[in-house]
């Protein structure tokens, strides 16, 4: 017969759990141990929420963004502008235009330029983007408008507000301001005032090619379209006037005379039914030293190639040595000879 017999056998270890790859944390218990069965008696335990509890913070995001997709254009609009306080703002209207392209919605700045210097004076800029709020495209429009400094200038007031209220005072002050022409083009007028010594380069120049007498700065109704709206402006006297023409008029003279050294001005008169002409007959490079010899050799040359050189009788023999002389006497004369037949 079969006896049966029971024999005890070990059992097998538990496998300890696997440790995270990687881990930043490990939680475990006060006492080190690892053990999920926490005795939950000693915690507090959790309060009953009341209705007054329920409106928290999540519900009032959900509200926002309810209210953001409900309103029009316009308060949107508005309660974006709220958020508005970079100083580059002020170089533009203080209300945007809405407008769609393409089914996109964008804020449309207008330049508050007067007459704006850029190819437009209109800047987009599209919402629900990532560069919704950007003013990099503002500030470059600005920069070529209004000039970098005037930029430098807004930044440094901190905020808007102050910029715009600062810009207005420039922009009505600086109708007058420094201005380029480029060839034919359109004469453009920068939003800089002129400082002194520009106003009175300007003023240099326009007494001088507009042939305007020294007095005109003292005249009543020059000075109300000068100053008014901009009482500061500086309109220099008279007398400073015309120191400035004449300084200005030394400094010319001497600059041109280095560039005429090398050339030779001859002009002719004559007379052409009835009436006596003078004209420019030529001018002349002459790099070599403008001695008497060689001025009479220039001026003969440019008798031939004009082909009057028979009309002023035998130059070579008869009056060579005369106007030798004469231009012997006088060697320095460099920038014109007239020469009367």
Avoid at 152 to 158: F, L, R, W
Avoid at 232 to 243: G, K
Avoid at 269 to 280: D, K, V
Avoid at 297 to 323: H, N, P, Q, Y
Wanted: net charge negative; with cysteine; glycine share 6%.
């Amino acid at each position: 017969s079969r006896r049966v017999t029971i024999e005890e056998v070990p059992e097998p270890p538990v496998a300890s759990r696997p440790q995270p790859q990687g881990p930043n944390r490990i939680l475990e218990a006060a006492d080190g141990s690892d053990d999920d069965d926490v005795d939950m008696t000693d915690l507090p335990s959790l309060e009953p929420l009341d209705d007054d509890d329920l409106d928290g913070s999540d519900e009032e995001v959900e509200e926002d963004e309810v209210e953001a997709e409900d309103e029009d254009d316009e308060a949107e609009l508005c309660r974006m502008m709220k958020k508005w306080d970079a100083p580059v703002y002020a170089f533009f209207k203080p209300t945007p235009a809405v407008e769609y392209v393409s089914g996109r919605k964008a804020h449309v700045f207008e330049c508050a330029a007067g007459q704006c210097r850029c190819k437009t004076r209109y800047v987009r800029r599209f919402l629900y983007t990532r560069d919704s709020s950007s003013t990099s495209n503002l500030r470059r429009h600005a920069k070529v408008c209004w000039g970098v400094d005037a930029v430098t200038a807004a930044d440094d007031t901190g905020d808007a507000p102050t910029a715009r209220g600062a810009m207005a005072n420039l922009k009505d002050g600086s109708i007058t301001a420094a201005f380029e022409r480029a060839g034919k083009g359109k004469v453009t007028y920068s939003h800089r005032q002129h400082t002194k010594a520009e106003s009175r380069a300007e003023f240099v120049r326009w007494v001088a090619e507009s042939k305007r007498p020294f007095q005109i700065v003292n005249d009543h109704g020059f000075r109300a379209l000068m100053k008014t709206g901009r009482p500061e402006i500086y309109i220099p006297s008279a007398e400073t006037v015309s120191r400035d023409v004449k300084k200005v008029f030394v400094r010319v003279r001497e600059h041109i005379a280095t560039m005429l050294q090398a050339y030779v001005a001859i002009t002719v008169h004559l007379e052409h039914e009835g009436n006596p002409l003078t004209m420019l007959l030529d001018i002349v490079e002459v790099a070599k030293s403008h001695t008497g010899e060689n001025l009479a050799l220039e001026f003969a040359e440019v008798l031939g190639t004009f082909g009057i050189k028979d009309k002023v009788g035998d130059f070579e023999r008869s009056r060579a040595e005369g106007l030798y002389l004469h231009f012997a006497a006088d060697s320095q004369c460099h920038c014109r000879q007239c020469i009367e037949q």
